[in-house]
């Protein structure tokens, strides 16, 4: 099956700084990959480049096996990857209904000038998130008057609902409660079940055991380990993250030495990377 996205030989340097090598990787329609690695191991760096923040210095991207260019976010956005970052692109004092809608507007004549369909936008935004098991009180409420659980909602369930093929999270459930935790989870698996590729961010390894299927991991600009989820458990990935001493074994996959992490910090010599 052709990937929905393949990365081949990816690398991104900012001056004299590498902040990705040689990053190879293929993403598929309805699959969650969680992307893990310390603070400073290039996650940032590869989600910038496939939402199209940054253009790398090295390799190509293909997506639906044809090579393309992600110049600017609209290029990515028009190709159907959408990202999430923790402040969610929402706009607080906005209904969410608006917000829903943001950049896709509905409208309606009246007389010569077209205005903002509000009623429409507000139906169909209830009627969309419904559909993937989201129920909010009112999609004429503000935004601002959303818990942070429930803003999530409302991002992932846009998604969904205007066609996005890929959808990055970053950090999603920080600063979450237990029970909103749990629906921003449920609302990746949705996600999930309606095709898209998920690219999970996070440092909660508990949480990608729940949802992920495939674990990547980066370790100073490179690409250290890839396991299905059933291959590993959560205390080796945790090894995985915070070494720095890792091999391929042989069935070239990269492991975990048992050369240990000295005293200290775990980050101690390790280049800033993005």
């Given at each position: 099956m052709t990937p929905l996205i393949e990365l081949e030989g990816i690398g991104q340097r900012f001056g004299h700084i590498t902040a990705l090598s040689d990053i190879d990787l293929q993403l598929h329609a309805g699959e969650v990959v969680a992307l893990l690695g310390d603070n400073g191991a290039g996650k940032s760096t590869l989600v910038k480049i496939l939402s199209g923040a940054h253009r790398p210095t090295s390799g190509r991207i293909l997506f639906e096996g044809r090579p393309v260019r992600l110049d600017t976010p609209q290029d990515a956005r028009a190709l159907g990857i959408e990202t999430l970052y923790q402040d969610l692109a929402l706009i607080p004092r906005m209904s969410i209904a608006r917000n829903f809608h943001l950049g896709r507007e509905l409208t309606r004549l009246v007389g010569p000038v077209r205005v903002l369909d509000h009623a429409r936008m507000s139906a169909q935004a209830s009627q969309a998130l419904a559909d993937i098991g989201i129920h909010v009180r009112n999609t004429d409420e503000p935004v601002?008057?959303?818990s942070g659980g429930e803003r999530q909602s409302i991002a992932i369930g846009r998604a969904v609902h205007f066609g996005s093929k890929v959808l990055i999270l970053d950090e999603p459930?920080?600063?979450l409660s237990i029970g909103e935790t749990r629906k921003v989870l449920g609302y990746i698996r949705s996600a999930r079940?309606?095709?898209?590729c998920v690219i999970f961010i996070t440092h909660n390894l508990h949480h990608v055991f729940q949802v992920a299927d495939r674990l990547v991991v980066l370790s100073q600009g490179r690409k250290v380990a890839e396991h299905h989820k059933d291959e590993v458990t959560e205390e080796q990935v945790a090894d995985l993250i915070m070494s720095e001493h890792q091999e391929l074994d042989g069935e070239g996959r990269h492991r975990h030495t048992e050369q240990s992490r000295?005293?200290?910090?775990?980050?101690k010599g390790r280049q800033p990377t993005g």
């Open positions: 601002v008057s959303l459930t920080s600063a079940e309606n095709r898209m000295s005293a200290g910090s775990p980050n």
